[in-house]
Nanobody
Framework: QVQLVESGGGLVQPGGSLRLSCAAS????????IGWFRQAPGKEREGVSC???????SYADSVKGRFTISRDNAKNTVYLQMNSLKPEDTAVYYC??????????????????WGQGTQVTVSS
């Protein structure tokens, strides 16, 4: 019954903003790190950002300064605020979980309970 559901994607112009949500059911986020990942056609999955159980955050160099990850344990939800979006941010965005910390988020190999993804398209 463990499930993560992403939402908030859509079409936005370059320079615009979106906020993605990752809602958990079947477990509470208190004990988990939640990572955001993306995959564009023909490219490998890329770790975008992660927030640990201890609310420590990590970002890929490509999004640092533009994206902000946060968590609201009371709502059992993790958010990804995406500002100053670029066409190269276009991808399907996924969230996934692992216990405690964000180790390995760059590849996501140790993360589980992947959501279904939400499409982000940045285009004029």
């Amino acid at each position: 019954q463990v499930q993560l559901v992403e939402s908030g994607g859509g079409l936005v112009q370059p320079g615009g903003s979106l906020r993605l949500s990752c809602a958990a059911s079947g477990f509470t986020l208190d004990y988990y790190a939640i990572g955001w990942f993306r995959q564009a056609p023909g490219k490998e999955r890329e770790g975008v950002s992660c927030v640990s159980k201890f609310h420590i955050t990590s970002y890929a160099d490509s999004v640092k300064g533009r994206f902000t990850i946060s968590r609201d344990n009371a709502k059992n939800t993790v958010y990804l605020q995406m500002n100053s979006l670029k066409p190269e941010d276009t991808a399907v965005y996924y969230c996934a979980a692992r216990l405690n910390v964000c180790s390995g988020y760059v590849t996501g190999s140790q993360f589980r309970s992947w959501g279904q993804g939400t499409q982000v398209t940045v285009s004029s």
